[in-house]
């Protein structure tokens, strides 16, 4: 249980009204109890948060109440990504490892380590300080995970994978499995092997079930900072930069090279061999057949910049009145000719 004035310490803000009032909970508006906290980033939220039991609320600067205890952040979505961790902390792991786990003797693993039920750690293997292997892991031959990392049950990493510190990997994600590669050789499709790895760098989080090949040769990249949705493809040999955000079902061809700060959107196809800058933008459903430079942001298939590709689609709504205001001046200039 925390006060307002400590709760606002953590995330740099200030109280309006009484600090000392008690926290023991996050909640909606709709949902709020006494002692709850909940937050309002918007004016139109701050009624409904106001008639709510919570005790206090967490707004953006300037907003007032009445009846409410605030606490005045400068962005209220930033603020309670900072407290939700305070009421909500990791599952404690205790270290050690399960008797059901299978481990190569040259597998080297940190005594702060946790290794989960029916674990495989093959030859080679290295993973580092408090990491976290919750169950049905399958470690491949001399891959390598950093410090603070969290493999979720049944993720596969194949040999050679490297994992920075602090990556988490969600449920059922494969990663360094072979790349799609084939050529046509005297009537049938022969497989190209795939003998690269995957490097994921520090501070990366990939979602559920998603599945990042390892390169051809060379290695599958994924930089510092980036989150990776669920149900997300990567085909060989892409790399993606810092700090991306790849949401989900989003596929790519293989060795396109993401900038830094890029954002994908769901359901957005990305062809292979492109290069796409800092801080572009690919909207949601979007086909990407060609390089986007820096800061551009993109939308439909194939994509377009935003503004052309909105333009298309109001001139595409409006075909149908056209279409029929045409029909009836041909019915007009057919009917005068006939006179």
């Known amino acids: 249980m925390f006060t307002a ?3 606002a310490e953590q995330v740099g803000g200030e109280v309006i009204g009484d600090g000392a009032v008690r926290i023991q909970g996050i909640a909606p508006a ?24 919570a005790s206090a609320i967490l707004v953006p600067a300037g907003f007032e109440s009445a009846t409410k205890t605030l606490i005045r952040v400068k962005n209220a979505r930033i603020a309670i990504a900072k407290v939700l961790p305070l009421f909500f902390p990791p599952e404690a792991q205790v270290g050690g490892i399960h008797v059901s786990a299978v481990i190569d003797p040259s597998a080297q693993i940190d005594p702060t380590a946790t290794i989960g039920p029916h674990c495989i750690i ?4 290295r993973i580092g300080a408090r990491t976290v292997l919750m169950g049905g892991n399958h470690v491949g031959c001399d891959s390598h995970i950093g410090a603070d990392g969290c493999l979720h049950p049944n993720v596969v990493l194949y040999a050679r994978t490297q994992l920075g510190n602090r990556v988490s990997i969600h449920a059922g994600t494969t990663i360094g499995s072979d790349g799609y590669g084939y050529v046509f050789d005297q009537g049938q499709h022969r497989k190209m092997l795939h003998v690269g790895n995957v490097v994921i760098h520090d501070d990366v989080e990939i979602g559920s ?15 510092q900072g980036t989150k990776i949705d669920n149900l997300v ?10 700090h991306c955000l790849i949401m989900g079902q989003v596929g790519f061809a293989g060795s396109t090279v993401l900038s830094d700060y890029v954002v994908i959107a769901s359901q957005s196809g990305i062809a292979g061999h492109l290069k796409l800058g800092t801080q572009a933008t690919i909207g949601a459903k979007s086909g ?4 986007i430079p820096a800061g551009e942001t993109v939308l439909g298939y194939p994509a377009a910049p935003d503004k052309q590709a909105k333009r298309q689609w ?5 075909l149908p009145d056209a279409l029929r205001r045409l029909k009836a001046m041909e019915k007009r200039m057919n009917g005068s000719n006939g006179q």
């Open 209 to 223: 079930n998603t599945s990042i090949d390892r390169g051809a040769l060379g290695s599958t990249v994924i930089g």
């Open 5 to 7: 004035s400590h709760l």
């Open 122 to 125: 093959s030859a080679g293997v």
């Open 30 to 53: 709709d949902a709020a109890q006494v002692g709850d906290l909940t937050f309002a980033e918007k004016e139109s939220y701050l009624a409904a948060a106001e008639a709510s039991q």
């Open 288 to 291: 990407v057949m060609r390089d």
């Open 233 to 242: 493809h990567v085909a060989h040999n892409v790399v993606m930069g810092k």
């Open 314 to 318: 109001i001139a595409m709504s409006q």
